[in-house]
């Protein structure tokens, strides 16, 4: 395979080229490191949002838009399909960077982490990037400076001059747009943690609802978990059988059937002290090749409606 941070810096190309028309802006900082505002101080956008996903996953997925409905309003959806699931969506799609220095804190994902690759999954994939480019899509509320370029830098042991750091907040169109694109990443995800091998996953479409944008991080960090939870839809091939396909939809999450603020609230918005079982979509179809189809988990469009103010 290709290097990832490759294939996504010609999308990165793509979104410097036509950022007047994706409402993006471009900043060049002292190190020569480029850091583009999909959604900061920009309110972000649908399109914007797409290509974003599209360069988490290194250009391995196809990545669009539809509309669909919840509680009969019609919303749109992101809908992500690939064949190579555990490359576009574990080694790089992934949000598994904790960025943070005195004055900036953020999440880093995408490719970028391939050339780091000190998580489990490098290792079970059996992938190790190399390239003199890094591309790493960052959550944050505010832009990273050069003091975040030198440290994501030194990690993925490339020039400073060579990082490229899409950002956005949660809480902008943009951030909608990313959180729905990661039904079918959490549901591979869920997989692998469970014990099935990523590489027996031999295709993956996945889909969720846009939330609607919220007014604080925290607000939209709740809805956007909600429009998976609830209202994420996924679609398996896979090579092998497994006991524990049931366990990747979120009803595995006992705290599931309530919205994700109440459930933020209950542990004081300490997220690590959640089930990651709840960090799933809500209803998933695995088809074992050669073999049995199965469904499991439902929408809950009741919810969604309430968390949306639908």
Known sequence: MESLNRMAMELVDE???????LTIDVHTLDNEAMVLDFGVE?????????????????????VQSSVDEIAGAPLTHVEVTTDHPALALLCSGKAGWELQTESFQGLGSGPARALVAEEDIYERVGFQDAFEFAVL????????????????ASRADVPEGGVFLPTFSTASVTGSVLAA??????????????????????????????APVAHDEATAMARTNDAVAYGGQVHLVV???????????????????????DIFESVDWAYDQLPVELF?????????????THVYGERDEATLAESFGL
């Open 280 to 292: 799933a979509p809500a209803q998933v179809t695995v088809d074992v090749r050669g073999g049995d």
């Open 239 to 261: 090579d092998q059988p497994f006991d524990h396909f049931d366990e990747v939809v979120s009803t595995a999450g006992t705290e599931h059937g309530d919205p994700f603020v």
């Open 42 to 62: 920009l309110p972000g956008a649908i399109e914007a949002g797409l290509l974003l996903a599209e360069i988490g996953t290194a250009g391995l997925a196809t």
């Open 15 to 21: 979104a410097i080229d036509f950022a007047e028309e």
């Open 137 to 152: 899509a960052v959550e944050a509320e505010q832009l990273p400076d050069e003091e975040v370029v030198a440290a994501v």
């Open 181 to 210: 694109s990661r039904a079918a990443e959490l549901a591979v995800f869920r997989l692998s943690e469970l014990g099935y091998d990523p590489l027996d996953v031999l295709s993956v479409s996945g889909s969720a609802p846009v």
